[in-house]
């Protein structure tokens, strides 16, 4: 063999054996720090399912074969949600890369087109990251997506389920901070039993206000103790759950077998149906594995709960049913009570740590989501306050956080125990569930392009377990059951009306707005007098003129030399690269120096005040005008209102850019196109590289042979209006329900959405716009 090619076939051997390294490396290190973001929660509850599963009916008389039932339902409650049905099927399911309710619905829109969301429009079909698959040809699959896309009551009533399933989660951040400390503060009254009730309460509370006040510092500070906390919390677990298997009853293993779930039903009957209850707290948090996808990647999560966490809850649960096998009068307090004395003090730290760490996880859930609805046109605007520059994503918002700590504070105080808070947190844990079993049914049809044969078997089989827990949660609602109710009505009410009255502007916006025909005849003046400067007009059409240009342009005699007509969009895609980010048109003739811009933004992008956006839209402007050139000849023009280019970065066309490598490697490790992709890198890093501020230098290469005169003409105007300055145009809306219009309406229209619209951020300042550059212009909407 030629040496050369021996060492060349050696040096690409150890190139692959080191990148196998590499990737096993990274994969252990995303599994490892999934344990503190995705499983706190989960790892929390064998601290309260004995607890809340005894806590009624079945309490003061407990056997032995009670206990081994429960603990079979147990095993395979455990098996078949967590295990079967998120870590096999519906980690697959991921929106390249992302997960969560608002994922799955999201990628139905994409291939169903609903229609529901303002902005999935054609504008955003360009996005190359997101190229749909070609939909299914078969009878069936033509028929059903035909079926959801022609009926619009089908089409809300997605919309009602997806949000339903929202508001449960936004009501999980208060209810389980209430349950996990107060589970794990109530250990204290085992080791001293003549402490009153309300002392442990008094405890909770005071965890709870730090808890909640710490949230404006974000996690990163605290992050890196998270998975060792929770480590250290399933290794308790796990050690004292195989100490009991071997002390106390290592005979209870025959439990497993399905055959004590039918004879717990034979011999309990109704009252251990009711006790099912209880049961499904096993898996609270489960949700999380798919919700938290987007830090991770599939493998890493499944590796480190089929790994770790599923056998570490299994034998804490069995050891637990072991000690109760032999004391079955101390069912009140389970876990503490299985703990041997040595040992108690530290595993109630740990405990205790754990508890607090699975709150802070599901209250910044709770933030993420929100920040998802708005992105959607499905909640009223708030302030979004991102407390990292160096970790992607982190977000906090100072009205949830405070609503959510008064709602958790007063429910802790209100039920003092964990049986009622644990009724309503059963609740709302398997209406998430089953809301995403049954977008998980839509995907498989429409997404997937299975047959209907095994989309209805994964509903039935998952379906009717979660139907079953559901209907013996149900049962509870005069027990505490009813506060997940009654915060999922006020949470759907407040987004489903604000989504409608946003729907209802949108629409009276597209019906009036100002033909182009009527623009162009006005000239190239207008009508009126151009003054030196860029004025950008924000409206949420994508096409046409938005009618408080009309109403401006009627009314005042001057108007800036350059318009921009600017869109923010929020597509249905997790995120949007930067070089796919500007969309830009010409409209009317090049004399007219008007544009459009379309500036597109993901549902979990991250809208930073200190990316320029000033200076990088006319960077993008210039870049157009330069292209424009170029593809003149060609047979579609640049020319008109339908035509868009999209704009990227592209170095030494106007402008130097700083830092662009460094903002695309970010997105790059973001975006994916599968759930297996090494994701966030910077966010695994030790040291995190920050992301910078996008500085952009405006810079007009007049000398330059290869443009032409109007090219170099139009770059002048373009860098004379920007040293004039800019201004901005927006309506100040007022909308009213017709007088037609049914009372409902009118309630919703009149009241509710208009007192949300006062009282939530104006659009300027969510948009940092300067209130000295702004311009509002009144709008009466009836809708």
Partial sequence: MDPERASSQQSSIGRFEYTERASIAVLLTLAYQSFGVVYGDLSVSPLYVFRATFGDTLRNDVEEREIMGVLCFIFWTLTLIPVIKYSFIVLSAHDNGEGGTFALY????????????????????????????????SPRGVWFRHLLEKHKFLQNGLLIVVLLGTCMVIGDGALTPALSVLSAISGIRVAAPHLHENVTVAVACCILVLLFGLQHMGTRRVSRLFAPIILAWLLCNASIGMYNLITWNPSILKALSPYYMYYFFKMDGKEGWIALGGVLLCITGAEAMYADLGHFSRKSVKLAFVGVVYPSLLIGYIGQAAYLSKHLNEVDHAFFKSVPRPVFWPVFVVATLASIVGSQAVISATFSIINQCMALGCFPRVKVVHTSNQVYGQVYIPEINWIMFILCLTLTISFQNTIDIGNAYGIAVIIVMLVTTFLMTLVIITVWQCSIFWALCFFAVFGCIELLYLSTAFFKVPKGGWVPLVLAGVFMSIMYVWHYGTTKKYEYDFQNKVSMKWLLNLGPSLGIVRVPGIGLIYTDLVSGVPAIFSHFVTNLPAFHEVLVFVCMKSAPVPYVSQHERYLIGRIGPKNYHMYRCIVRYGYKDVRRDEDDFENQLIANLAEFIQREEATSSNEHSFEGDRHLAVMGTTPGLLFNSLSDRREESIKSSVISNNGDSLQLQEWLSSSPRPIHKRRVHFDIPMSEAHHSTDVRK???????????????????SYVKAKKSSNFLKKCAIDYMYTFLRKNSRDPAVVLNIPHTSLIEVGMFYYV
């Fill in 714 to 732: 139009e770059l002048s105007v373009l860098a004379k209006a920007r040293e004039a300055g800019l201004a901005y145009m927006m309506s100040h």
């Fill in 106 to 137: 999201a990628l139905l829109c994409r291939h169903l087109k609903l229609s529901l969301i303002l902005n999935q429009q054609a504008a955003d079909e360009e996005l190359s990251s997101y190229k749909l698959e070609q939909p299914t040809t």
